[in-house]
Structures are given as structure tokens and as C-alpha cells.
């Protein structure tokens, strides 16, 4: 497809005169049109014709060419004059008077004096900038008895307007090399927007706000993310110096200083900006300035992003709170406070004996609240060699120390960002790395090994101990300070000797776990029947962990003989003193537990399904043990 010709538009009323002479010429090259408008009226219509599309170059004459070319944002060519040009005009004059006044926006020398001397005539030069200029002159010639006047269209009208005679003074030839001038700005114009174009499209793609500027801060591109942030059209802000359109983001200094200026924050529009000014250099000389804003929020997705990408897949908590067993009073205000907790983004500390489910908790902690689609990062600190817990916990730069690895490393804090840390066993942590610690939680921000600025980090905090933290506060192994950041929200999970009531559910659970392991779920009812009168009585101080152990130690036994021998019960589990198994016991542990089913059952409003499966029994067990049959 050919590009179309130029649209050119001669402004003044006398240079139409010379359009039948020159258009034929011009036809097949450009179209060529006529505004019979100055000053103001011209500018409002080029300016409209420019907004439609209808225009791309403008020709003019004299002061109002010099007006319209400040005031307007596209090519204005001015008709210059010639010595021929002036020789013509004279000539003409002087067939009305040897007197002749010579009306110029700029003063003609060379050129004048040597017509003058040609055709022996007397010229008086008046310079003029404004039609105001113009018309104080043409009266005060008319008062000094001049009767010809040369000049543009303007002057000759007023000239005519005040009884003398005028001559214009512009060439047909004049005209010419005004659209040959014209046509070959409209040519390098066309070029200059082809490549425009190719870097507009690349600017509207991106969603940084992004402006570039001449040597004056004249707007000469921008994309449609930095008009909205301009709140301009993007066709209007063209050519308007920026720092008018919002003095928060010139460029001015840029441009004075040739040096870039990086990474300033800037607030707009209720809303923070990075803001980057680069100069354009031309050599030595700075011939423009780029600014690149984005938004702040956009910064913290893409980090956010960034970091998602970059640790690996395994940090998620696959724990619910419901997951979590237990009816008995201490469980659930246990389980009640979790919920509590969860709705909330303060620190949390859990303490309870080894075993008791302590990462369960801050797992289902983790996905009872807001975070729960972000990363789960759990690390145990009594189990990490103190040398490399630092480089683990708060990741370090590259050559940071020896056999630090190549492009540094993200710590476990980063990699949680966004999400939940979970500080298992936090009553270990060295006490160097306790003032670290401390003030992650105080300033929101991890220092790296080995770097020298920080990383803000948006992390929430589980911390979890079985120790007496108090007592290492008082023996000096644990800073106070650090302890009280942690124990905001506290949360004590019970051993399991203070809830017998929830045994039998948990030894059903796991019962069921393991003997589906090992292929044998249909012996479920009479292990867990065999099992349960073996492990009341126990002080459990392994707590739920070693109640598992048992479970899956007998299920092995179990599977191997096809059933679970009560005999041998006390050789497969040593730990368990050996209960005797009298009728008069039976009895009673019979009776405590349908007494146990029955407050299942109403907490689970009579529905024998759900109680089944807090028991972690058959609905046909548990119907077979509320009626008193084995």
C-alpha cells in the first residue's frame, strides 16, 4: 500500500491567488488547500484540522507564519522572501510612487539596497510582530502622505482599508520552494512517524507509564498508561512542555544536568510511583529525557511473583484445622482459639510437649486464614547445623562466604513471603540469630549474608517450642525481647494423658491408616477392639506421635498373624505396662467407653456417621458397642 500525499494548507488570503499557477504543478504530489484565516482564527482551525487528521503541514507568510509556527504542534513553513521576490514587488510600486513603504516581519538590508539603487526609489522599511504593530504603522505612513505600501496579505489589506494602494509581496516562485519545503518535511515526517509508530506500539504494550521529551521538555511520545497518569489525551499532551501538564514529574533537571536520576518514589493520584528519568545524549549534548513511572503496587506483585517462581513447590500446608482430632474440653478450646487466631495476622507461639501437633496447628492455622494460598514454609531449628541455619533462615549473596552459591540464595524468610514461617523447635535458635530474627519482626525486612540492604519481606510469623521459654529467659538463652515479638498470640496444645476422652478416635484413625497400608482394613473393628483397653492408663510421654508408632507397630503384627493377639500384646509393646484383663475391668472400661460413644453421638447432633468417624470406628461397631455386644 503507497503512502498517501501530503495534506498542505497555505494560510492568507493573497496566496490563493497563486494556486491556479503552481496546483497543476503540485497535483500528483501533495493535496494543496487554503485557509483564509490569521492569528487566533487559524490556530483554533489548524489545530482542529490536525485533531481530524486532516493535515501535515502548514504554509505561511510573514508574522502570522512566525506566530502560528510557536503556537502550533505540527510543521509551519514560512514563505520567504527573495531579492527577486522584492525586486518584483518594488517595481510594481514604484508605477504608483517613487515613495514606498516596505512592510516586513523581519528587515530586509542586503538585498533592499540593492533594488533601491536599480530602480532609483525611495524605501522606507517598517518592521512589525502583531496586527496591532501593523496597524498603527499603515496610519502613521497615511498621515505622512505615503500612497503604496508592499507587504503581505495582512499589510495590503490594511493598506487598501486606509486608501493606499498595496503591493503583495510574495512570488508565485516564493510559493514553490514553500511546497517543495512542505513536501519533503511531510516525506522526512512520514518516516519519522513509520518509526513512531514501531516504538508506540512497544510503549502501549508495556504497563509502565512512559514519556519522552525534546531539549525544551516538549512532549514527543508517550504511551496510554502515562496519559491516564497524566490524566491527558495522549494527541493533546503532544508538543506541551511535561512539567506544565504535572511539575512532579519534569524533566528539567535531567535535561540541565544530562545525568539520569533513578528510582525516586513519587506520590500521585493517591497512589506511590518509582520513577526513573534517563537523559538522551546526542554526544556531548542532551537532546531529550525518557521518564519511566510504575506503579508501587504493580512492583510488589511482580516481586511477589517473582519470588512465587522462584522457591520451590513443596512449601505448602496440607492441614486443615478441621482435619485435626478431638472432643474432649481441653481440645476444644484449643481448636477454638486456632480459629481465632487464624482470622488475625499477629505472631503466634505454640507450646506443648513433643508430639502434641504443633506444625498440624500451624498448618491449619496457615489455611483457616488469609495467607492460606500462599507458601507454608516450615523449618525445625534444632535440626540445622548452627553454621548453616543463618544462610537457610535469611539466604546470603553471592561469594557471601566459601561455597556460597552462584547468584546467591533466597532464604527460607523470602521464599515465605507473602505467606506463613513456621519456627519449629524455636527455643534452639543460636542467640545471634535471635537479634536477627527480632528484627524481622520489627522492621518487615531480611538482610541477606553478605549484603549490604535489605529485602522487605510480608511474612506472618508461627513459632512453636516444648520448651520452658521463661526459664531460658531466666538461664540466659533466650532473649526476652525476641519472646515477647513471639508471644503475642499463645496457644498450649494438651499432652494426651489430658484427654483420655480422645484416644479411642485417634487410635481408630491411625488404626485405619495403617492396616490400609498393609492391605488388611477388613480386621479393623477387632484390632481397634483388642487394642483400645491396652492404651488407657498410659502416660503417653511421647504423646500423640508415639500413640501412632504403637498403632502402626501392632497393625505390622496384626497383619502378619490375621489378627491382633491380646496375649501378645505386652511383648509387641513393652511401653504399655499390662493391663489385667479381670471381668470386673472389662466391665468398667466397657462402660466408660459407651459412655464416651454417647457424648460422640450428641456432639455430633445423633448422626452415627460423623461419630463413627471421630471415633475412628465402623457404624456397625459403634452400634454393636452402644448395645453392649463385643
Not at 312 to 332: C, E, K, N, W, Y
Not at 494 to 508: F, K, N, Q, T, V
Request: net charge neutral.
Amino acid at each position: 500500500m503507497s503512502p498517501r500525499n501530503p495534506r498542505i494548507w497555505l494560510i492568507g488570503f493573497s496566496l490563493a491567488n497563486y494556486l491556479p499557477e503552481v496546483l497543476a504543478d503540485y497535483s500528483a504530489r501533495a493535496e494543496v488547500r487554503v485557509m483564509n484565516r490569521l492569528f487566533d482564527e487559524a490556530l483554533a482551525e489548524a489545530r482542529r484540522l490536525l485533531e481530524s487528521g486532516d493535515a501535515d503541514v502548514f504554509i505561511a507568510a510573514g508574522a502570522n507564519g512566525a506566530w502560528l509556527r510557536e503556537r502550533l504542534n505540527a510543521p509551519v513553513v514560512q514563505i520567504r522572501v527573495s531579492g527577486f521576490d522584492i525586486l518584483h514587488a518594488l517595481k510594481a510600486a514604484r508605477a504608483v510612487s517613487e515613495r514606498i513603504a516596505l512592510f516586513g516581519y523581519q528587515t530586509v538590508r542586503a538585498e533592499l539596497e540593492e533594488v533601491k539603487a536599480l530602480l532609483n526609489v525611495q524605501v522606507e522599511q517598517v518592521q512589525y510582530s502583531t496586527p496591532e504593530d501593523t496597524e498603527i504603522g499603515i496610519a502613521s505612513l497615511a498621515q505622512r502622505g505615503y500612497r503604496v505600501v508592499v507587504g503581505s496579505s495582512m499589510v495590503c489589506r490594511l493598506a487598501r482599508e486606509a486608501g493606499m494602494a498595496a503591493v503583495f509581496l510574495y512570488s508565485a516562485q516564493s510559493v514553490r520552494r514553500a511546497l517543495d519545503d512542505a513536501i519533503e518535511i511531510a516525506r522526512i515526517a512520514g518516516l519519522e512517524q513509520a518509526r513512531h509508530a514501531w516504538l508506540d506500539a512497544g510503549l502501549k504494550a508495556l504497563d509502565e507509564a512512559v514519556v519522552a521529551v525534546d531539549a525544551e521538555e516538549r512532549i514527543r511520545s508517550l504511551n496510554p498508561a502515562c496519559a491516564r497518569l497524566l490524566g491527558v489525551v495522549a494527541e493533546r499532551a503532544m508538543g506541551r512542555r511535561l512539567g506544565e501538564l504535572n511539575p512532579l514529574l519534569s524533566l528539567n533537571e535531567v535535561l540541565a544536568s544530562g545525568t539520569a536520576d533513578a528510582e525516586r518514589i513519587v506520590g500521585l493520584g493517591g497512589r506511590t510511583w518509582l520513577v526513573n528519568r534517563l537523559p538522551i545524549m546526542e554526544g556531548a549534548a542532551c537532546t531529550g529525557a525518557v521518564l519511566a513511572a510504575r506503579e508501587a503496587g504493580a512492583i510488589q506483585r511482580a516481586d511477589r511473583s517473582l519470588r512465587t517462581q522462584a522457591r520451590p513447590r513443596q512449601f505448602t500446608a496440607r492441614h486443615r484445622l478441621d482435619d485435626i482430632l478431638g472432643t474432649s474440653d481441653v481440645m476444644r478450646r484449643a481448636l477454638a482459639a486456632a480459629r481465632q487466631y487464624a482470622a488475625v495476622e499477629a505472631t503466634v507461639l505454640i507450646t506443648g510437649e513433643s508430639g502434641t501437633g504443633k506444625e498440624l496447628f500451624a498448618q491449619g492455622i496457615h489455611n483457616a486464614g488469609r495467607r492460606a494460598e500462599a507458601p507454608f514454609v516450615a523449618i525445625n531449628c534444632a535440626a540445622v547445623a548452627e553454621s548453616l541455619l543463618e544462610s537457610e533462615l535469611f539466604g546470603h549473596e553471592e561469594g557471601a562466604f566459601t561455597g556460597a552459591r552462584k547468584g546467591g540464595k533466597i532464604g527460607l524468610i523470602e521464599t515465605a513471603h507473602t505467606g506463613t514461617l513456621f519456627l519449629d523447635e524455636i527455643g534452639e535458635l543460636p542467640p545471634a540469630l535471635q537479634a536477627k530474627l527480632l528484627r524481622v519482626l520489627q522492621e518487615r525486612e531480611v538482610l541477606r549474608v553478605g549484603a549490604t540492604e535489605p529485602t522487605p519481606v510480608d511474612v506472618r510469623i508461627i513459632a512453636a517450642t516444648h520448651r520452658d521459654l521463661r526459664q531460658a529467659i531466666a538461664d540466659g538463652r533466650f532473649r526476652e525481647d525476641l519472646f515477647y515479638r513471639l508471644n503475642i498470640l499463645a496457644l498450649r496444645l494438651p499432652p494426651l494423658r489430658e484427654r483420655p476422652e480422645d484416644l479411642a478416635a485417634l487410635a481408630g484413625y491411625f488404626a485405619r491408616s495403617a492396616l490400609a497400608r498393609l492391605g488388611r482394613a477388613d480386621t479393623l473393628d477387632s484390632f481397634v477392639a483388642a487394642l483400645l483397653p491396652r492404651l488407657s492408663g498410659y502416660a503417653w510421654p511421647g504423646n500423640i506421635r508415639e500413640l501412632e508408632n504403637l498403632v502402626e507397630r501392632a497393625a505390622v503384627f496384626a497383619a502378619g498373624e490375621g489378627h491382633l493377639d491380646v496375649a501378645t500384646l505386652g511383648d509387641i509393646m513393652p511401653e504399655l505396662a499390662v493391663l489385667p484383663v479381670a471381668s470386673e475391668l472389662r466391665l468398667t472400661s466397657r462402660e466408660a467407653e459407651r459412655d464416651h460413644i454417647r457424648r460422640v453421638l450428641a456432639e455430633s447432633d445423633g448422626d452415627r456417621s460423623i461419630a463413627a468417624k471421630r471415633l475412628g470406628i465402623s457404624r456397625t461397631t459403634l452400634w454393636r458397642r452402644l448395645n453392649g455386644d463385643t
